[in-house]
């Protein structure tokens, strides 16, 4: 009889215990906050739209030209109706394509039964295909050449299964050949594409990147946790308005009665202390709220700050660390740029 009231003492300790911890742990959910990222070399303010180009010289290379110039972008800038209105030119010719081929013997292991194999000469082909391209940027309104490259030949390879004969290794090679060599020519036309808008982008155009960003509600039934629910939903509905870039003046005011409140929850915590709404298990989120109101108002500084505050509590160096990497770049890539609406105008 004891040794079951002990049993139940030990069990409303532990509950009791588990109730305190959760009291002050930190109930997060994730907003999405979509972010225009700014380029590397922003273009001067004259420059409002572009044009892409793409000459298509190969005929075993068939391509849709329409649907080609339309894969070639300057994300943040109209495109121009016609080549002749454009402040900013992008041209990609396919100038040339070719292909060579070989057949050459290999081995292969044949298995004859569960516990003997005996190495058989077959044969395999190889197919290696070249295309020549050209790339022409020039910021037309500056009348400025940005990137020239002219004659580029680049290749990539097949190599086919092996064959159990010679012969049919030939036989293959010389049938399947042109399809293998348009695949090739395809690939590297798509390698060059993706590489030539990477590069667009990175420098002169205005990207669209995201990021999860962990915002504390408070947790627990012992402690009223309201006003950091209401702070969340505000900044929900901030981050909505951010996201389609309408960071008006009121959505600023919402941000600022968010960073009240986390600043007034701050204030009470009580270290090394389980009874208490705002303990060691929270502290460090609410830190990271902050931070996160500062990135949605670009007050790069304070993100620092107060990232740097909330790794001093356990569990928040991960979070702290990549939110302060991404406002570390958009940091300097803002302090690049020629005139400060050039973001928000994109």
Request: net charge positive; charged share 30%.
């Amino acid at each position: 009889m004891r040794f079951k009231k002990l049993l139940i003492l030990v069990g409303v300790i532990l509950v009791i215990n588990i109730e305190l911890v959760l009291a002050q742990k930190a109930n997060v959910k994730n907003v999405n906050v979509e972010y225009i990222v700014p380029p590397e070399k922003p273009l001067k303010s004259n420059v409002k739209d572009f044009y892409s180009e793409v000459t298509n010289k190969v005929l075993e290379f068939p391509l849709m030209i329409e649907q080609e110039q339309q894969r070639i972008h300057l994300k943040g800038y109209k495109r121009a109706l016609k080549k002749e209105d454009a402040d900013f030119l992008v041209e990609f010719k396919v100038n040339s394509a070719k292909f060579e081929m070989k057949v050459f013997k290999a081995n292969y292991e044949k298995k004859i039964n569960d516990s003997i194999s005996v190495t058989r000469v077959g044969a395999k082909y190889e197919v290696k295909a070249y295309l020549g391209t050209s790339v022409n940027v020039k910021d037309v309104a500056n009348n400025k050449v940005l990137k020239s490259v002219i004659g580029n030949v680049a290749e990539k390879t097949y190599l086919s299964k092996i064959y159990h004969s010679y012969n049919g290794a030939v036989e293959n090679v010389n049938n399947n050949r042109y399809d293998d060599a348009k695949k090739l020519y395809k690939e590297i036309y798509d390698s060059q594409v993706h590489n030539l808008v990477n590069y667009l982008n990175k420098n002169y155009g205005f990207s669209k990147d995201n990021i999860f960003l962990p915002i504390s509600r408070g947790k627990g039934k012992r402690y009223d946790y309201s006003d950091l629910q209401n702070a969340f939903e505000k900044f929900s509905e901030v981050a909505t308005l951010y996201n389609k870039g309408e960071l008006t003046d009121d959505a600023l005011k919402e941000l600022d009665e968010c960073i009240s409140i986390w600043a007034d929850a701050i204030k009470e915590y009580q270290p090394k202390t389980r009874k208490t709404r705002i303990g060691d298990k929270n502290i460090g989120s609410l830190y990271v709220n902050t931070a996160c109101a500062f990135f949605l108002k670009k007050e790069w500084n304070k993100v620092h700050e107060y990232l740097e505050k909330s790794k001093e509590y356990k569990g928040q160096k991960v979070a702290a660390n990549i939110l302060n990497r991404i406002a570390g770049n958009l940091e300097r890539l803002y302090k690049l740029q020629p005139h400060d609406d050039m973001v928000a105008e994109n």
